[in-house]
């Protein structure tokens, strides 16, 4: 089944939403719980710091995921934000989470999906077999405040700085920008040589 399809089966919903979806959908390539989930986090999540949707965001809207899911996929699609524009921000958190933030205005807001959403959904799609199918379906209709929690956020120093600078790292020579870099022992290092890396040099590699 297409995403087209599977949205006009849907139930009938709120037209601005359903847009939002498709829209979505477009850019992630299949609908799923996370498109509608990601939708509802934008909507919501750009209404409370005054920025319009879809994409008439300009400058000025900085957003923090806290998850590399499919509803990133979709915050990312209505609201222009990217990682290229240092406009999306991935924090690697395992939360389904994201912080919306109006930087002209120092607004920010955190939008994160309830935990007891996926277990709520079922009430909300009644017939619905199909866990997944249910949550596509409920997620649109769900009341804001069965489906997210809304809290109001300071974002703390650093985190929204574009400030330039280069320096490079003691240990492996390589330059680090933004100011990304760590003090210990008296020596600038970059993240991986001080300890914080995701990544080991490969044991075959005696260079
Ligand atoms: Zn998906
Ligand atoms: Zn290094």
Not at 78 to 86: F, I
Not at 94 to 102: E, H
Not at 150 to 156: D, L, M, T
Not at 166 to 191: D, H, K, P, S, W
Request: proline fraction near 6%; aromatic fraction near 6%.
């Amino acid at each position: 089944m297409t995403a087209a399809v599977a949205l006009a089966q849907a139930p009938l919903v709120e037209r601005p939403v359903a847009e939002l979806v498709e829209e979505a959908v477009a850019f992630h390539g299949h609908l799923c719980p996370g498109q509608v989930l990601g939708v509802r986090m934008a909507v919501t999540g750009c209404r409370e710091v005054g920025i319009p949707l879809p994409r008439q965001a300009g400058k000025g809207l900085v957003v923090f995921v806290e998850i590399d899911r499919c509803a990133t996929d979709a915050i990312q699609a209505l609201t222009g934000v990217s990682l290229g524009k240092r406009t999306l921000k991935h924090l690697d958190y395992g939360k389904m989470a994201a912080t919306f933030v109006n930087v002209p205005r120092g607004a920010a807001v955190r939008v994160s999906a309830r935990d007891d959403a996926r277990v709520r959904a079922l009430a909300y799609a009644p017939g619905e077999a199909d866990a997944r199918r249910a949550q596509i379906v409920a997620y649109r209709l769900m009341p804001e405040t069965a489906l997210l929690s809304i809290e109001p956020v300071v974002v703390n120093p650093g985190w929204l700085d574009r400030r330039r600078g280069r320096v490079f790292c003691e240990e492996c020579g390589e330059g680090i920008n933004y100011q990304r870099e760590l003090t210990a022992g008296g020596r600038i290092l970059c993240r991986p040589c001080g300890g914080q890396g995701y990544y080991s040099a490969h044991p075959s590699d005696r260079r």
